[in-house]
């Protein structure tokens, strides 16, 4: 699929209204948006459950409280998402290159477009190979019988060894399971005789936290597999600083390869989820920042991460130790237990932290699946501006509770870490109109018509123009001398049917109006047109997102196209 134009690029524009001699009232350029927006505000997503875990969408601003370092903080911006999407597609026939209403009965319905988006990341880093292979076999009967028409599926491993982009195809989603493997570079470091002795989690009690009992029980660990004379000074010590090593490389590359999904996800025009399918791993605090940044990226670009347990229900040499182990023994089952779980803490915060699920000690790994999938049918989004905020790297708890929250549970993000320096206003802007392109979500505060018209050029090409009515009743105008001053970017995007991303154009209109041509425009409207070269025929849904200069208006439109 290709478009003959570039992104952001200038293309014709008609605009309903006069110039003058001296100086243009109306012009339009290419420029970076400049919105205004709230600097260092923090999103919290919230999932609200009845007693039969059924989400509950009732519930308004009034009703939450939300604390920051137990603090009280003023709660800036509340929206509530409902998930789903385009669904079916209204009726319509293409008929001389315009789209018009299908009227005729014995015409056949149109296929629905695609509404929902679920990438499945497979943690080959940290999976073995049998946990491996029972997770394969249930995510085989979860395509096969869960995956909806208007479901679009992507497969991510953590290792990059295997990538399926969003398809309806099963027979692609089951090639692409049977390569998956565990990864090479999950292998212990070189050079340890002792593989897996030492966990992170004990090496990261060893030398961060100066636990003795950790050091005693590691020694005599080591003692199982060297000999006691091989066992010098410092052998813990270098032994503790591999794993440790190894453990970051590794996590960072499960954040990394989540932190794209959710960048490739995120321009999918439905709702999205990531399905994390994983042991967990030990998150340190040296990468804490990396996962703040995940979940705002994901929270941004509303996308749900939700975690699966792959490991089902706990080995039994993670139980309680038994009568006749001694104190050493029960000092490593103890480790133990507590690195599962501590493994575990990252799946539950980014669960937590984006409105998603975690789905733990539980071998219905196929039932599991199907769960996570689907997202919360209601999702708040509380975001507040911490107050005096210092830009030192700090962990912020965060608590959310209801009022009248009897047989309410309530499933909110923990916490946030501060940033090390102050946001970029404009970077913040521009993510601000990208996630509203890549979305479903109909805006209204500037009332906009969109159509779209098409003329075939070949058998497979064809130029599609679309064409936003824009009423300006809404703005506010800034008033300057004898002039109405307001800057309107606009943003026009197009996907195929199955929800990838085509190509976009925006604008930059500046418009400096005197008296009568203001009234002429308000009378009016304006009309912004621009135009695709499409290289090949099928549905085309395209998206126009308009934004006024001061972030106080918006409107986004969806329109669909069938091209013959």
Not at 371 to 378: G, N, R, S, V
């Amino acid at each position: 699929m290709k478009a003959s134009h570039h992104l952001f690029l200038l293309c014709p524009l008609t605009i309903c209204a006069a110039q003058t001699q001296d100086a243009p009232e109306i012009t339009s350029h290419q420029a970076p948006a400049t919105f205004t927006s709230r600097s260092n505000l923090v999103s919290v997503p919230v999932v609200v459950r009845d007693s039969k875990g059924h989400a509950v969408g009732n519930l308004r601003l009034e009703d939450f409280r939300l604390f920051d370092q137990g603090k009280p903080q003023v709660i800036t911006k509340f929206s509530v998402n409902r998930s789903g999407g385009f669904g079916a597609a209204p009726p319509g026939l293409a008929v001389g290159g315009k789209q018009v209403e299908n009227t005729d009965p014995a015409l056949p319905p149109k296929a629905a477009l695609p509404d929902r988006y679920v990438a499945y990341v497979f943690d080959d880093i940290h999976l073995k190979f049998e946990d491996l292979a029972r997770v394969r076999t249930a995510a085989e009967k979860h395509f096969a019988e869960s995956l909806a028409p208007t479901s679009r599926a992507a497969i991510y491993t953590t290792s990059g060894r295997v990538t399926l982009d969003f398809t309806a195809d099963r027979e692609k989603l089951h090639e692409a399971l049977l390569r998956i493997g565990p990864a090479p570079n999950a292998m212990p470091p070189p050079g340890l005789s002792c593989p897996d002795v030492i966990s992170p989690y004990e090496a990261d009690l060893i030398l961060n936290k100066q636990d003795p009992q950790a050091e005693q029980a590691a020694f005599q660990e080591l003692l199982q597999c060297l000999p006691p004379a091989a066992i010098r000074r410092g052998t813990i010590e270098i032994i503790s600083l591999r794993a440790l090593s190894a453990n970051n490389i590794n996590t960072q590359s499960v954040m990394g390869v989540l932190a794209g999904v959710v960048q490739r996800i995120s321009v999918m025009p439905g709702s999205r989820s990531i399905v994390l399918a994983s042991p967990g791993f030990l998150l340190l605090s040296e990468l804490r920042a990396k996962e703040t940044d995940l979940m705002d990226r994901a929270i941004r670009s509303n996308v749900t991460i939700s975690s699966l347990d792959a490991r089902g229900l706990l080995d039994p040499w993670l139980g309680e130790a038994g009568s006749t182990k001694d104190r050493l023994d029960s000092l490593e089952m103890r480790y133990r237990r507590e690195a599962a779980d501590a493994n575990k803490d990252v799946m539950a915060e980014l669960a937590d932290g984006t409105g998603g699920k975690f789905f733990k000690n539980d071998n219905g790994l196929k039932e599991g699946l199907d769960q996570l999938a689907a997202p919360p049918e209601y999702t708040y989004v509380l975001g507040f501006a911490p107050q005096n905020l210092k830009y030192d790297g700090s962990y912020h708890g965060l608590k959310v509770t209801i009022a009248n929250s009897k047989g309410l549970e309530l499933q909110a993000r923990r916490g946030y870490w501060a940033p090390n320096h102050a946001e970029d206003a404009a970077e913040q802007a521009r993510n601000e109109i990208r996630d509203a392109v890549f979305s479903l979500e109909e805006l209204r505060d500037i009332p906009a018509d969109v159509t779209t018209e098409f003329l075939k050029l070949s058998d497979t090409a064809a130029e599609l123009t679309v064409e936003a009515h824009l009423d300006l009743n809404g703005l506010k105008f800034r008033t300057a001398a004898d002039r109405s001053e307001d800057t309107l970017t606009v943003v026009t995007g197009v996907f195929d049917q199955d929800g990838h991303y085509v190509g976009g154009i925006q604008r930059v209109i500046d418009m400096r109006l005197r008296e009568r041509t203001l009234s002429k425009l308000l009378a009016s409207g304006m009309a912004v047109k621009e135009t695709f070269q499409i290289a090949a025929p099928g549905r085309y849904v395209v998206r126009v997102v308009v934004r006024d200069s001061d972030g106080q208006a918006m409107a986004a439109r969806n329109g669909t196209v069938d091209i013959p």
